[in-house]
């Protein structure tokens, strides 16, 4: 079993759409979390960085972290066809340097 | 400030031959990670470096290797490629050693035939 799961997708919505996009994990020293965004044949572009449990928000984007679930998720607010791509989570321990254990990517298409 | 920058963007080699892919990171980080992203495994961690000494070390044979410079740059080389080292190879850097956000550069593609 892989230390964090994602669901692969892909997930197709419709624009103006609210996405929801989620991970669970196993790891219960894992306490930054991140989502980054991945277009097709790019480097993962960071969105959203938190630690510990809680919400985060910035513009269109909700970042909540549950660690009594191990469950994290980010929520897309009007989605635009510009926001598809493949979406990772990722974490990392508190005293594991940079490492960063990511999940397989959930892929995103938004139409018009 | 400019971005994590990384050369080349595109590689290829043959089995048995040697590579080494540069990463250029962002001005004033001083920690430099290494990812392979392939469609099967996904990403996985291979090294990171701070301070020019390797501080964390992923599951990857003795093949991968990297170092870092004073100026913070970082190489990684791989010896006697295999197939299944085409990949996409990911720079990351970080202002710090750890609580740090970390931002990628656009990656090495890698095609070994």
């Known amino acids: 079993q892989k230390e964090v799961e994602q669901d692969p997708g892909p997930l197709s919505v419709p624009e103006g759409a609210i996405v929801s996009l989620n991970c669970t994990y196993s790891n219960s020293a894992f306490q930054y979390f991140m989502w980054y965004r991945q277009y097709s044949r790019k480097g993962p572009e960071l969105l959203m960085y938190t630690y510990s449990s809680g919400n985060k928000e910035d513009g269109r984007f909700t970042a909540q972290v549950d660690k009594s679930s191990k469950y994290i998720s980010l929520f897309i607010r009007d989605s635009q066809p510009s926001d598809s791509a493949t979406y990772l989570c990722a974490m990392r321990t508190a005293g594991g340097g940079n490492k960063l254990t990511f999940g397989t990517g959930t892929q995103l298409k938004v139409e018009l | ?113």
């Open chain 2, 1 to 113: 400030k400019a971005g994590v920058t990384q050369t080349p963007r595109y590689l290829i080699k043959t089995r048995g031959q040697q590579v080494t892919l540069s990463c250029s990171p962002i001005s004033g980080h001083r920690s430099v990670s290494w990812y392979q992203q392939t469609p099967g495994q996904g990403l996985q961690f291979l090294f990171e470096y701070f301070s020019e000494t390797q501080r964390n070390k992923g599951n990857f044979p003795g093949r991968f290797s990297g170092r870092q410079f004073s100026n913070s740059r970082s190489e990684m080389n791989v010896s006697t490629l295999e197939l299944g080292d085409s990949a996409l190879y990911l720079c990351a850097s970080s202002p710090e050693l750890t609580g740090g956000e970390q931002y990628f550069g656009p990656g090495t593609r890698l095609t070994v035939t």
